[in-house]
């Protein structure tokens, strides 16, 4: 069997979007590059989430040859494998229609800097590409048409990707924009939010990129920096 290991990852990958509430039904798919073969293992089509298994598993090449499988790839295959060959630096790709994100995508509208969580995780504002017909690679050009440095785009009338160099990195995109979007659309509810100038928003991103989180010398970096959160 091909990329048996990438195959457990690809099944972990795929059943944290149901236990994270990101997708329904078989609805969704998450997909891995292996970085030394450039091999695509990705969700098989029309298959639920508790039924997967590194078995059913397909990998695929990048021009969409199944190189072993014993069902189609997912119907989102094209586009998986047009963010993989157009952006090097990314290696496993989500696709969800997660509700609170997915509402903001109905409308085409992306999702500006309320929080300085998005400013964290994101460093902008959450973009929304242009509608697009599934099938083909239509879906992946118009994520990237549209993504620019965010690890995360909304589709028009359809629904959210988000990339990473590995898979942990492309599921805390897909958490934390519908996460954010939650948020958003709780405080929009209640009132017209306030964006956080693009100014912070820049130096919140290079604070967390850069500073957040444990390093070896963690504790000379606190001593120097009292006041950061943990
Ligand atoms: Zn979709």
Redesign the pocket.
């Known amino acids: 069997m091909l990329l048996p290991s990438l195959r457990e990852e690809v099944v972990y990958l795929n059943q944290e979007l149901p236990r994270n509430h990101l997708v329904t039904w078989t609805?969704?798919n998450a997909s891995i590059r292996d970085p030394e073969t450039g091999y695509v293992a990705i969700k098989p089509s029309g298959v639920k989430f508790e039924d997967l298994t590194p078995e059913n598993i397909v990998v695929v090449d990048l021009d969409g040859n199944v190189l072993e499988g014993t069902k189609k790839p997912s119907s989102?295959t094209a586009s998986h494998l047009y963010i993989f060959k157009h952006r090097p630096d990314v290696n496993s790709v989500i696709?969800t229609?997660s509700n609170y994100a997915t509402a903001f995508a109905a409308l085409g509208q992306p999702i500006p800097v309320y929080l300085t969580a998005q400013s964290d995780e994101i460093g902008g504002a959450i973009p929304c590409g242009r509608f697009a017909t599934?099938g083909g690679e239509e879906i992946g050009q118009a994520a990237l048409d549209a993504i620019g440095d965010s690890p995360v785009v909304l589709l028009k009338n359809?629904?959210v990707f988000a990339i990473g160099p590995n898979g942990e990195e492309a599921l805390k995109a897909a958490i934390m924009v519908e996460d954010i979007a939650r948020t958003v659309w709780l405080a929009k509810a209640i009132g017209e939010p306030q964006e956080i100038p693009a100014d912070m928003v820049a130096q919140l991103h290079h604070r967390y990129t850069h500073e957040y989180g444990q390093e070896p010398d963690y504790r000379v970096q606190q001593a120097q920096t009292p006041n950061k959160e943990s």
């Open positions: 609805n969704g989102d696709h229609h599934v359809h629904g």
